[in-house]
């Protein structure tokens, strides 16, 4: 075995899976998990550690898969993480954990993404328990969003003896697991539905269709409810548009509202009715990694699909694993075009957009060269669909009817970094609802955080 080269994963072949929703990677075999886990040094300072948002033992649980104790694996992942068969398909690996892998200076890190997705797959298919938790201690939390740090910080509390109630406005818990990320790249009823089904088994009761603000407020939730410590994970849903004209027409859509319809209302299933439109000929604005889901989702609905964003490959905030799959599928990607406005027919529907070339000039805040528009280079792109992938910010809703609370000039509410503490007491946040739309990983980063600081607040006010 070459230690410096990975163990292949395999992958449906691109012509096939461009027209299913099935899952694109098929994940380790036990002997492919084994020989990977191998090349593992187990460093004295695994420097991959660093780098987890949830600090998972990581050469603890991969010496346990490489003696074949998948079991004992998946209890060493459970001490820190509550979604590791998500994690292990969605996390941005290849910039956190195996980045500072030792193996990568002269060759391949060892895939430690693939080994925490075999790691949980294989818990999940054969019944491990992990619902290992303290005795209950009587004392009410709410959590609010059931999405990646709303369960990090139900789970993590409910291990610690908390009564927790998770609330979620949707009917269906899971939050942007369930309704922004793709079947294709995370199975629902099974990776989902089983981690949403771990915390039941740890005691938390989960309300569906409660939107908090109208539903119920977070003061009623203290005042007549009785819970002593609120957690706002609620996400960020708002989507953002460009303000161009025609940007209002039949067939444009927010990436969120297409990825909803298709995932939480199954429209990519031939037995549900929900109506969804993805048109002949799609432009998706947008690079990032939710771009890549909608673009995809479109392409497996039939149509020809183009990616359009204003900078060139390099400057792609999508995963690199993301774009190489959509041009293996077929996605043809438009690079340095910008749109300046989206062309209607009679009856107002799309019927092009029209697009302007760019260069890239000098760097600018964020530190990637700024796009600055081609004279005279305008064209028109002919499509009857456009889909707004540029971003979310959050729902203004909870913050605005909690007293007390501060939002920023971007309507994220303020928290602490360490605790995740409000200005309000006893209310905490985390995950896309304080930083605007981020990554899985880093939501349940903020989720541990908070219900460690929930708990010490706790504890404190109890005593």
């Known amino acids: ?13 691109a012509d096939v899976r461009a027209k299913n929703f099935e899952e694109v990677c098929l994940g380790y075999t036990e002997e492919e998990a084994i020989q990977e886990a191998s090349r593992c040094l187990n460093c004295k300072k695994p420097l991959c550690v660093t780098k987890c948002p949830v600090s998972i033992h990581i050469p603890e649980f991969i010496q346990q898969v490489k003696e074949g104790n998948f079991a004992e694996a998946a209890k060493i992942i459970a001490q820190d993480s509550a979604l590791p068969a998500v994690c292990g ?14 193996l990568g200076i002269k060759g391949e890190p060892v895939s430690i993404g693939k080994l925490e997705r ?6 999940r298919e054969h019944d491990v328990d992990l619902s290992a938790k303290e005795p209950d201690n009587g004392i ?14 139900a789970g993590d509390l409910a291990k610690l003896g908390y009564e927790v ?13 369930v309704y922004g990320i793709p079947e294709f790249r995370l199975p629902k009823s099974t990776v989902v539905a089983h981690e949403v089904n771990n915390l039941r088994k740890l005691g938390v009761k989960i309300e569906t269709n409660v939107i908090i603000g109208r539903t119920v407020t977070i003061d009623q939730l203290f005042d007549e409810e009785n819970f002593q410590a609120v957690f706002i994970g609620s996400g960020a849903g708002l989507p953002m548009f460009m303000g161009i004209p025609g940007e209002n027409a039949n067939g444009v859509f927010s990436a969120n509202e297409f990825l909803t319809r298709s995932n939480l209302m199954k429209a990519f299933r031939d037995d549900y009715d929900t109506p969804i439109r993805a048109g002949q000929k799609v432009a998706v604005v947008g690079g990032g990694n939710v771009a890549m889901d909608a673009a995809r989702t479109a392409l497996r609905l039939g149509a020809e699909v183009h990616i359009v964003y ?7 905030p999508a995963r690199v694993e993301e774009v190489h799959h959509a041009k293996e599928e077929g996605i043809i990607f438009d690079l340095l075009t910008n749109p300046v ?11 092009g957009m029209k697009c302007v070339r760019m260069e890239l000039g000098e760097p600018d805040a964020s530190g990637r060269r700024r796009p600055v528009p081609v004279e005279g280079s305008e064209f028109i792109m002919d499509v009857d669909t456009v889909i707004m992938s540029l971003g979310t910010s959050p729902n203004p809703l909870i913050s605005s009817t909690t007293k007390g609370l501060d939002i920023n000039k971007w309507k994220c509410i303020v928290a602490d970094e360490e ?14 609802a304080v930083t605007g739309a981020a990554t899985v990983i880093l939501a349940m980063g903020a989720g541990k955080k908070a219900a460690a600081a929930m708990d010490e607040y706790l504890k404190n006010k109890n005593k």
Do not use: N, Y
């Open 341 to 351: 406005e989206i062309l209607e027919d009679e009856k107002g529907w799309v019927k």
């Open 1 to 13: 075995m070459d230690r410096f080269k990975r163990i292949p994963v395999a992958e449906q072949p």
């Open 118 to 123: 075999f790691v949980a797959d294989w818990a």
């Open 419 to 432: 605790s995740g503490q409000t200005s309000r007491e006893g209310v905490f946040a985390g995950g896309d």
């Open 89 to 102: 398909r969605v996390c941005p690996q290849e910039t956190q954990c195996e980045s500072k892998c030792v």
């Open 165 to 177: 109630t998770m609330f979620e406005a949707l009917h269906e818990p899971g939050g942007v697991l």
């Open 140 to 153: 009410k939390v709410a959590v609010i969003g059931s999405g990646p740090a709303g369960i990090t910080c």
């Open 310 to 316: 204003r900078r060139s490959e390099a400057e792609l």
